[in-house]
């Protein structure tokens, strides 16, 4: 089946206890991106990729970090999370790099930082 | 900010009634997307529209957009209790590499 898996789902965790959120594909997307999600504010990208080895800065890069050194997978990293990275992320991927077509979204996770 | 915005934030209807939301924009787009999310769930894609373009229809879809006006509709007739959920437009502004959304539309289906 086709689809974006995203791990953990859930995570409570504490202020500056370095995570990482998974996210793999299995379309053979050549574009992925990070989304944090916050009521009011919509969607928010934070990175995105176009190919592998190439990342790029979205709206609110700041406190995170990815990488693409495979083509299915884009972790998204937070080194030291603070309370205000609590919030609902979604990864997604497209197989264009030119977002003409659909994107498809993982099923979130939803991080608490105390 | 590129980010479109929706409008009503939220929209009750009876079942069989026809839902129209609207979203704007402030600059030139290559496309225009409308995705719906169930409650905390990931966003699904329902249709793309191209700046070129003025109408599309899916099923029960139909989007029109008027780049003059820099804005969208999104119109599902005959709706059902299923179709409750949040509805995102999001663009695609030329020459750039990401997706920007607005911050959605709270559609409730009441059955």
């Known amino acids: 089946e086709a689809q974006v898996t995203q791990n953990p789902r859930y995570l409570i965790t504490v202020t500056g206890k370095k995570l990482t959120v998974t996210c793999s594909q299995n379309?053979?997307?050549?574009?992925m991106s990070w989304y944090r999600q916050d009521p009011g504010l919509g969607l928010r990208q934070i990175y995105y990729?176009?190919?592998?080895?190439?990342?790029d800065k979205g709206d609110v890069p700041e406190g995170y970090k990815v990488s693409r050194k495979e083509k299915r997978n884009f972790p998204l990293i937070l080194e030291s999370p603070s309370p205000n990275q609590t919030s609902l992320y979604f990864c997604?991927?497209?197989?264009?790099?030119?977002?003409?077509?659909?994107?498809?979204f993982g099923p979130g996770t939803r991080l608490t930082v105390l | 900010s590129q980010q479109g915005e929706e409008d009503p934030q939220a929209l009750s209807i009876q079942e069989g009634e026809n839902a129209t939301m609207n979203c704007s924009y402030k600059?030139?787009?290559?496309?225009l997307q409308w995705y719906r999310q169930n409650s905390g769930r990931g966003l699904v894609h329902l249709i793309l529209?191209?700046?070129?373009?003025r109408e599309k229809h899916s099923g029960r879809l139909r989007v029109t957009l008027d780049t003059s006006k820099k804005s969208s509709s999104l119109l599902i007739t005959a709706s059902r209790a299923a179709d409750t959920a949040s509805y995102f437009c999001?663009?695609?502004?030329?020459?750039?590499?990401?997706?920007?959304f607005g911050t959605g539309t709270r559609l409730t289906v009441i059955p």
């Open positions: 379309m053979n997307h050549e574009y």
């Open positions: 997604a991927s497209s197989f264009e790099r030119s977002l003409t077509d659909t994107q498809y």
């Open positions: 999001a663009t695609l502004q030329t020459g750039a590499n990401n997706l920007f």
């Open positions: 990729s176009m190919n592998v080895e190439v990342t």
């Open positions: 529209i191209r700046s070129n373009e």
């Open positions: 600059t030139s787009i290559n496309n």
